[in-house]
């Protein structure tokens, strides 16, 4: 033989995953969603998107390349659905300028100050829209209505979300029967028809897209489940008691980012457990977290700050949480 | 019912290009290589030196301490050398070296194909039968299958588990096994169950081989106690705890033996070798390889004389493929990629696969990203990516405590990794480590 050939520790066969493939994956998954944000909110929804995911990639190879010194590896796709997913939780009318400091946000104190993908605690664009949150809140709580301001970007007209609705509606002591007038029905929640942050208005396509991540494995459903169970359980718990001063559990499901966070941020390979068990009590905790802030606290909505305080659980969580091993209990049926 | 084991587990492509194949005896070899350390254990000591005649099936090296296992000659011929010789592992051992003259059979040998069903011998025969025989088990893990035909004091078998699962992709060499020797098969289980005390032996045999499943079910109504089990599709379903989860729902406990869940598991090719020894008073020197690939002209099946060199396997099935990128011994998850092809054929080469280059190299290692796919598919409950980071950075208490032992290096972690990081390699430095460490504390 005069040829060369490998030699290499087995296995010698490979699946056919990779990080890039799950990471389009995703991406794929969140494109319904975006198309029903550019048809309700036209090309605030664009420009917002175009931004985001144009700075996050630029910000993550600039970091790579010069401060780094090793070399980008932006075509694996993660600043690209970091971009996406931090667009989605932006108001669509949001300045450029600001939408920039989130990315680098995001990105340079978010992921790449950990040393990366992989490595990064926190979700990264979360870190970005919270960051945001407390530094710009006024533009940050601004939602263009639906529909009506398709040709607007800054200057669109805006309105209150239905969390933010109810939230203040309650606290003055209207009664939860008189504030549903004031909100879309259901179907239009679920729809997408609402004020809200880019790409979380549309429970349907968020949900669609959900589906096809689980049938391409690329998430499983412990983390979803959990969170929209605990939800429903401690809303449902509420409102049974006192249904005048408490929004019902489909309520809760279908308004503000619950959706988006429960199947696309919480679901974030890197930030989340690592075992079906750790996943259900992080999500337990997500839900539960949701909950207490939309209700108890002084923000309409909490899920944002609920997946990123427990993501500081994660490594606790890993630590503690072990999948059961092979013949750990002897059980002979 | 379709059995498979609960936890873990991957789906290859299965790649069976083989299967149709009937196996066909490969010419006598020139020369053979024969290892001394073709088992796990202690390497058998030489009975012969250079310049000695011997015959086909004359006892040439013994079996040195309890786990050992004697070797035979596989042709007739003139012993050429007996001196250190690369084999599968990559290493250079002792190996004797064989010029081929003809094929005389050693006096007491049946070498006819006649069926002998009629079981005389008693169990200690059978025991000692299978250890002058040089019987090793013939899946893959080379055990030496006579101290697994004793049940240790204080343990009771109930159940004879037959693995003929061959949930390797490629490998096709127990399939054809059970098709064409399915009642020398059969005898050989009877004769195990004998030696074993069980009154029950069950044949797992994955449903992709719906053709050995009939063909034994049919057989097993006429030797009692017998029962085929089809199996779901999945790897490592012969896994020997796998195997055992799936056939008996028992577990056998970290660091046991199957006998500790009173069973007892052997390979199909090994209970046809125990068939060989006891009924045909015949040495193991022979056995079924798949030689396959993508690019390979005829994928075969092979009755191949131990100690013959891989090249004349790869010719006799139409030659070495143009662009080959590696060459294996065994199936693509678990086998060793080997050097050469003057390599030789032992008793644990269940398969020869040929890799094309395009195929022979890894993915490119990028960060873990934490997906949790290794955690999932692993069969044994691990946490391979943990595993993998301790023993990159030295934690060895880290590793023993997260039980790297239990890790029996199916590569189903590495195989699904989209990082492609290099888990069991990784793992696998854990493990030798841990036990190192193990062995100086007992001390």
């Known amino acids: 033989m005069d040829k ?88 669509t009318n949001l300045p450029w ?111 669609a897209g959900g589906l096809y991540m689980l049938t391409r494995k690329i998430i499983t459903w412990h983390i979803p489940a959990s969170i929209f169970l605990s939800v429903i359980i401690f809303t449902g718990i509420l409102w049974l008691i006192n249904p005048y001063d408490n929004a019902d559990p489909l309520f809760h499901l279908l308004s503000g980012g619950l959706v988006l966070g429960a199947v696309y941020m919480a679901t974030d390979y890197v930030t989340s457990p690592m075992t079906p068990k750790g996943m259900w009590i992080f999500g337990i905790g997500i839900g539960v977290i949701t909950v207490a802030i939309r209700i108890y606290g002084a923000y309409p909505e909490g899920v944002s700050f609920a997946i990123l305080i427990m993501n500081a659980f994660v490594p606790l969580i890993n630590k503690y949480v072990k999948p059961k091993r092979f013949g750990e209990e002897v059980k002979n049926g | 019912m379709i059995q498979t084991f609960p936890r873990g587990g991957i789906h290859p492509p299965e790649d069976k290009f083989s299967a149709g194949s009937p196996i066909k005896v490969l010419p006598l070899p020139k020369t053979v290589n024969i290892p001394l350390s073709q088992h796990i254990g202690a390497p058998s000591e030489p009975l012969v030196k250079k ?31 007996v001196d250190k010789l690369m084999d599968s592992s990559g290493y250079k051992r002792m190996a004797i070296s064989i010029s081929t003259e003809e094929d005389q059979w050693e006096e007491g040998i049946d070498t006819s194909d006649t069926l002998n069903r009629n079981i005389v011998a008693t169990a200690d025969e059978i025991i000692q039968k299978t250890l002058d025989a040089g019987i090793v088990g013939l899946g893959g893990a080379t055990f030496p299958s006579h101290i697994k035909l004793s049940v240790p004091k204080g343990k009771t078998a109930d159940v004879l588990i037959i693995n003929g699962a061959e949930c390797e992709p490629c490998l096709t060499s127990d399939h054809r096994l059970m098709l064409e020797k399915g009642e020398e098969l059969m005898v050989g289980i009877q004769l195990i169950m004998k030696k074993l005390n069980v009154k029950k032996a069950l044949i797992g045999i994955e449903k ?44 056998v406990p970290s660091g046991g033996l199957p006998v500790d869940v009173g069973t007892v598991v052997h390979n199909v090719g ?22 396959t690939g993508k690019d390979l002209q005829t994928p075969s099946n092979f009755m191949v004389r131990i100690g013959t060199p891989v090249s004349e396997l790869i010719e006799a099935a139409g030659g070495l493929p143009e662009d080959t990128g590696k060459i294996i011994n065994g199936g693509p998850m678990m086998g060793k990629a080997l050097i050469n092809t003057d390599i030789p054929v032992t008793k644990g080469t269940s398969g020869i696969l040929l890799i094309p280059s395009a195929e022979a190299k890894r993915k490119p290692v990028v960060n873990c990203i934490r997906c949790t796919k290794c955690v999932s598919v692993c069969p044994m409950g691990l946490e391979p990516y943990l595993l993998q980071q301790a023993s990159e950075y030295k934690k060895w208490d880290i590793v023993e405590e997260e039980r790297a032992l239990d890790c029996m290096e199916c590569g189903s972690c590495s195989y699904i990794c989209p990082s492609g990081r290099p888990l069991l390699d990784y793992i696998r430095l854990g493990k030798s480590t841990v036990s190192k460490i193990i062995r100086s504390r007992k001390q």
């Open chain 2, 270 to 291: 090994t209970a046809y070798a125990i068939y060989e020894a006891v009924q045909k008073n015949k040495p193991l020197i022979e056995r079924v390889v798949t030689v």
């Open chain 2, 208 to 251: 992709n081989k719906p053709d050995a499943i009939n063909h034994l079910s049919s057989l097993a109504k006429g030797f009692g106690g017998t029962e085929v089990r089809p199996l779901k599709v999945k790897y490592p379903q012969g896994g020997e705890k796998q195997l055992i989860k799936a056939l008996i729902n028992r577990e």
């Open chain 2, 51 to 81: 310049g000695d005649k011997v015959k086909t099936g004359q006892w040439i090296a013994k079996c040195k301490s309890f786990v050992s296992a004697n070797v035979h000659s596989s042709v007739t011929g003139t012993v050429t050398k």
């Open chain 1, 4 to 91: 060369l050939i490998t030699v290499s520790p087995s296995p010698h066969v490979y699946g056919d995953d990779t990080v890039k493939k799950l990471m389009y994956g995703v991406v794929y998954a969140l494109l319904p969603a975006l198309l029903i944000s550019v048809y309700f909110f036209g090309i605030g929804a664009l420009i917002v998107t175009t931004i985001s995911i144009v700075s996050c990639v630029a910000f993550e190879y600039l970091i790579q390349k010069y401060l780094m010194k090793s070399e980008p590896s932006i075509s694996d796709g993660s600043a690209l659905v970091t971009g996406l997913l931090l667009a989605f939780n932006l108001p």
């Open chain 1, 97 to 207: 300028w600001i939408i920039v400091i989130g990315a680098l946000v995001a990105i340079g104190v978010g992921k790449m100050t950990f040393g990366g993908l992989g490595n990064n605690p926190f979700n990264p664009a979360l870190v970005g829209r919270v960051f945001l949150f407390i530094s710009f809140p006024v533009q940050m709580t601004s939602w263009p209505e639906p529909i009506v301001s398709r040709l607007q970007y800054t200057d669109a007209v805006t309105g209150a979300t239905p969390l933010a609705v109810v939230k203040e509606g309650l606290s003055a002591g209207v009664p939860m029967s008189r504030l549903l007038e004031q909100i879309p029905g259901y179907m239009e929640l679920f729809i997408g028809y609402l004020p809200g942050c880019t790409g979380e208005i549309s429970a349907l396509a968020l949900l």
